[in-house]
Structures are given as structure tokens and as C-alpha cells.
């Protein structure tokens, strides 16, 4: 069974404190990593997908990774509006449906 | 462009009661349609995809059922809610046919049973 854990479950930082979100996964034959942003109330926003080890992807602050068994999203000078709560999710090579980890609360303080 | 639309945004409902919640994608055809509910504070659950008209998969035995009348149209439903039903649901689209089945979320619907 696919398993995604994601550390730290709560993260605070001071404005251009930069640091890093951890998924840890576990998948028979990995399809795609995908994070997604998830603003209070909202549905989720896509981000990234990362297809295999060694991959980086990057947009504005953020820079996703991957490794064989784990993805960082690293932040680098966050700001306020990076406030949000950032999910992990695996998709296996058998199918289409996603396993999520349940999410790391940034909260970034001016 | 493609856009998913859920209503209704929130909804209270007594115990007992049925439900009926509907997303619609515009701007693809043949879409991936997925139902995930999501728990306070808690990762997403998939509850139900399909892959076409008709065709239903579930993730998860419950009380609730799902229904693909039209090819962008995904409906969630119970006969009769119970407390344990109350969560933030979430309708989501992919392309199916594309080597990577990235999937793209709805505003969502807030559900309160009381």
C-alpha cells in the first residue's frame, strides 16, 4: 500500500527565513510526486510534478526535488503570501489515483 | 482554458437527510473525475473516480454514491447523511489519456451534519 508522510506537520518562519518541506513515500513503481498549495477554505492548487529521482522543478520561491524515497520543497525568502498548507501525493505506475500525506501548515511571518 | 466548477460551496443538512453535491469541468471533454472528502486539519481521501460516462470506481465503502450522468458532470450523493459525513469535499479533473494523470481541483464544498 502507497504511504506518503510529510514533516514537519507545522512550520513557522520569519520573512526571508528560508527552509525546507519533506514527503517521504513509499510506492511500488512511483508514476509522479505532486505537491499542491492549499490556501484556508480552498480546494488545492497544483504546483509541481516530479516523474523520477534526480528531477527539480522550480517556480517563483519554491524549488521541489526528488529523490528514490523523498521530495523536499524548498522556500527560499519566503514571504506572507506564502502562507499556506503544502500536500505531497504519489501516483503509482498501476494507476491514476493519488495517495496525499496530510500537508505541512507554513506560516510565514512579516 | 479549463475550469471546475462545485456547488454548492456550503451546505448544513440534518442527520437522516439526503444529499446531492455536483461538479462540472468545462473546456476538456473525456475527463478523469474524481470525489475526495478531506477531514479538518487532514490529508485528502479519494472516494470515488471514473473514467467515463457511467463508470464508477469506489475507494472507500460508505453511505454515499457517486453518478457520471454526462461526460463533465460528476455527482456525489446519500441517501441519508450521517454525522460522521460532515467534511470539506473536493471535486477533481484529469486528462486520462496522458501518460501522467495530473489532477486538478474545485473550489470544494463545505458539508455540516447536524
Known amino acids: 500500500e502507497d504511504q506518503v508522510t510529510q514533516s514537519p506537520e507545522a512550520l513557522r518562519l520569519q520573512e526571508g527565513e528560508s527552509s525546507s518541506l519533506n514527503c517521504s513515500y513509499t510506492?511500488?513503481?512511483?508514476?509522479?510526486l505532486f505537491w499542491y498549495r492549499q490556501d484556508p477554505g480552498k480546494g488545492p492548487e497544483f504546483l509541481f510534478t516530479?516523474?523520477?529521482a534526480g528531477e527539480e522543478k522550480e517556480k517563483e520561491r519554491l524549488k521541489a526535488t526528488l529523490t528514490k524515497k523523498e521530495s523536499f520543497l524548498h522556500i527560499t525568502a519566503p514571504k506572507p503570501e506564502d502562507s499556506a498548507t503544502y500536500l505531497c501525493a504519489v501516483q503509482e505506475t498501476s494507476g491514476s489515483r493519488l495517495t496525499f500525506g496530510e500537508g505541512t501548515q507554513l506560516t510565514v511571518n512579516p | 482554458s479549463q475550469t471546475i466548477h462545485q456547488w454548492p460551496a456550503t451546505l448544513v443538512q440534518p442527520v437522516g437527510s439526503p444529499l446531492s453535491l455536483e461538479c462540472t469541468v468545462e473546456?476538456?471533454?473525456?475527463?478523469?473525475l474524481y470525489w475526495y472528502r478531506q477531514a479538518a486539519g487532514r490529508g485528502l481521501q479519494l472516494l470515488f473516480y471514473?473514467?467515463?460516462?457511467?463508470?464508477i470506481s469506489s475507494e472507500v465503502p460508505q453511505n454515499l454514491s457517486a453518478s457520471r450522468p454526462q461526460d463533465r458532470q460528476f455527482i456525489l450523493s446519500s441517501k441519508k447523511l450521517l454525522l460522521s459525513d460532515s467534511g470539506f469535499y473536493l471535486c477533481?479533473?484529469?486528462?486520462?489519456?496522458?501518460?501522467?494523470?495530473?489532477?486538478?481541483f474545485g473550489p470544494g464544498t463545505r458539508l455540516t451534519v447536524l
Open positions: 477533481a479533473w484529469g486528462w486520462g489519456r496522458s501518460s501522467t494523470d495530473t489532477q486538478y
Open positions: 473546456g476538456t471533454s473525456n475527463p478523469n
Open positions: 471514473s473514467v467515463g460516462i457511467g463508470q
Open positions: 510506492v511500488s513503481g512511483l508514476r509522479g
Open positions: 516530479l516523474y523520477s
